[in-house]
């Protein structure tokens, strides 16, 4: 081996900080702040009328679509967004090849001290865990992939309440505007009501726009991103307690995880 020993110095799991959602948003949020308050009096474009309908309207249309629990495991996925454990597939690669060249050395039950070193990473843990307790590789690797393609769904389904909640906006600020018209046509005698209607005709189309496309849509697009990020870690791990358990060598292992990985990621371990 070149760069790389049996000791499992290399992980996989990193916490982090998302610092490009958050300073996406903040930035999206605090430019449109900025024209606001340069044109002058930010305070017209507060509304309370206009935030129920909006914020209000598009997560009760949103739940119609989906359920309680779904729209409650969506904001738990935003914040593991935010707060995720950065996982590299080439990190996970030289992880799995560790445990396989210690498998292959010392047998597969020596992996058993090997089970809390890796106990950050679940989808991993379970694996080895199941293949020290004898379990085939064929049973590890159906298992394991029912697993991965159960979370994948989960993922899916938060990223689609994301999107539903994207087209729901817009039209909820749609649905304001006709409100406010309708209030505005209705006092035409009395001006003093017709600049609160028309605030809440066009606060409420504002408001559509900015949660549809700075919030609901980029949030949809990062989870789908992490998501495809976690699956391919977690292939890697499929892949690898699957080959432990059939006790492949190692060197057939490298060559089947390069076959995934991108050619910039491919590993060289025995190199």
């Known amino acids: 081996m070149a760069d790389y020993d049996d000791d499992m110095e290399v992980a996989a ?13 903040l930035a999206g949020f605090g430019l449109i702040a900025t024209a606001i ?8 474009f507060i509304d309370l009328r206009s935030i129920l309908i909006v914020i209000g309207g598009t997560l009760a249309v949103t739940t119609i679509c989906f359920s309680f629990r779904e729209m409650g495991r969506t904001s738990i996925v935003i914040m593991k967004t935010i707060f995720y454990s950065k996982r590299e597939a080439v990190d996970a690669a030289v992880q799995v090849l560790q445990l396989s060249q210690v498998a292959r050395r010392h047998g597969v039950l ?8 890796i106990h950050d990473e679940p989808f991993l843990h379970k694996g080895v865990a199941m293949v020290v307790d004898g379990t085939t590789g064929e049973e590890v690797e159906g298992i394991m992939r029912r697993d991965l393609e159960a979370t994948v769904q989960r993922h899916e389904r938060s990223a689609s309440v994301l999107r539903k909640a994207a087209e729901f906006s817009p039209a909820m600020g749609l649905i304001g505007t006709l409100i406010g018209l309708v209030q505005m046509l209705g006092n035409l005698d009395d001006p003093t009501l017709i600049g609160p209607s028309m605030a809440v005709a066009l606060l409420t189309t504002f408001y ?3 949660l549809a496309n700075m919030v609901f849509m980029p949030l949809a697009s990062k989870l789908e991103r992490n998501s495809r990020q976690e699956e391919m870690v977690n ?3 499929l892949m690898g307690a699957a080959s432990i358990g ?8 490298e060559m089947l995880l390069n076959s995934i990985m991108p050619p910039s990621q491919r590993i060289q371990f025995f190199d």
């Open 13 to 25: 799991h990193r916490s982090s900080f998302d610092f490009a959602t958050i300073g996406g948003l």
């Open 37 to 44: 308050i340069l044109g002058g009096s930010p305070s017209s």
């Open 110 to 117: 020596a992996l058993q001290d090997s089970l809390d070193e």
């Open 208 to 210: 559509g726009a900015v």
């Open 235 to 237: 292939t890697v791990y």
């Open 246 to 253: 059939r006790q492949e060598n190692p060197r057939r292992l």
